[in-house]
């Protein structure tokens, strides 16, 4: 077994890789009703809330066509607008492999689809969340830059031993991240963008915490893995986010090794607080409401 606890080599029919065939002839039409209600569902509450990059992706590579898409037909649009693929691995994959993947701009995508009625939740993410809540952002040049210069980190990471420190970043910027625009805050994460329950809350609810991105601020604070945020980090645009991650890490690991965590629903002095939550929800229990997979 790897460190992260996956088999050292790639489950049967798996390529060396990790990467497998799609398979679209296979799918059944109750999958692909399960894509189209689920996709249905999310457009029609994303405008005004999801930024314009996601849905401007969303217009170019057409993903709502008569089901779930074929990944031979969107790479292609992909490609001429970024240079980035998609390409369906059978689950999770090993944390070298996925940023293997990231750094040659190949996005790891899972090809099933959950069931009827796991619609508002699912553990492992499927292909909904893959590629309607990540794939779109991947059309825009900046933020396509900005996820293979993440891949090169995070090898880096591994050499280093401070994953869990690189892990947060990707956790409050590719899935759970929020942007300042003129017209107020907008999603980009793919977690938030492909559930309902969280499009809403992110935005909407008064218990979170939502404060402005610094870098080794997000580093310092964990995540919950099995609910909503407690904290979403805020960046002014891609470019922004781009410019403040395109550096070298190795000074920032070495003042980490010496810090401690900063706690998940703690606002600092130093912090720019765009909203200061009232913590309601996850004081009363909170609940396993978002389909983020």
């Excluded at 979170?208 to 997000?218: K, M, Q, S, T």
Aim: aromatic share 12%; with cysteine.
């Amino acid at each position: 077994m790897s460190a992260d606890g996956f088999s050292t080599s790639p489950p049967p029919g798996a390529r060396a890789d990790w990467t497998i065939d799609q398979g679209w002839e296979r799918y059944s039409q109750a999958e692909h009703d399960v894509w189209i209600t689920l996709y249905e569902r999310q457009t029609a509450m994303l405008p005004r809330r999801a930024c314009d990059a996601f849905l401007r992706g969303l217009d170019a590579l057409d993903l709502h066509r008569s089901g779930i898409p074929d990944f031979t037909r969107i790479n292609e649009e992909l490609q001429r607008l970024t240079g980035w693929s998609v390409v369906a691995v059978p689950g999770l994959v090993p944390d070298d492999v996925f940023f293997d993947h990231l750094a040659n701009r190949r996005f790891p995508a899972g090809q099933f689809i959950r069931k009827p009625d796991e619609l508002d939740y699912l553990q492992e993410p499927d292909i909904f969340h893959d590629v309607f809540g990540h794939v779109p952002m991947l059309t825009d040049p900046v933020f396509a830059d900005y996820m293979q210069a993440y891949g090169q980190g995070g090898q880096r990471a591994l050499e280093l031993g401070r994953l869990a420190n690189l892990a947060r970043l990707y956790w409050y910027t590719v899935e759970f991240g929020l942007m300042q625009t003129p017209e107020g805050l907008r999603i980009y994460g793919a977690g938030i963008v492909s559930s309902r329950a969280e499009s809403i809350f992110a935005l909407d609810d008064p218990s979170p915490n939502r404060i402005g991105f610094d870098l080794e601020r997000v580093m310092r604070t964990p995540y919950r893995i099995d609910d909503f945020q407690q904290a979403y980090f805020v960046i002014d645009s891609i470019q922004t986010l781009q410019a403040v991650t395109l550096q070298d890490f190795a000074p920032i690991y070495d003042r980490l090794a010496t810090a401690s965590d900063i706690g998940i629903a703690a606002v600092l002095p130093g912090d720019t607080v765009i909203t200061r939550g009232t913590q309601a929800y996850a004081k009363t229990g909170g609940r396993l409401a978002s389909a983020r997979g």
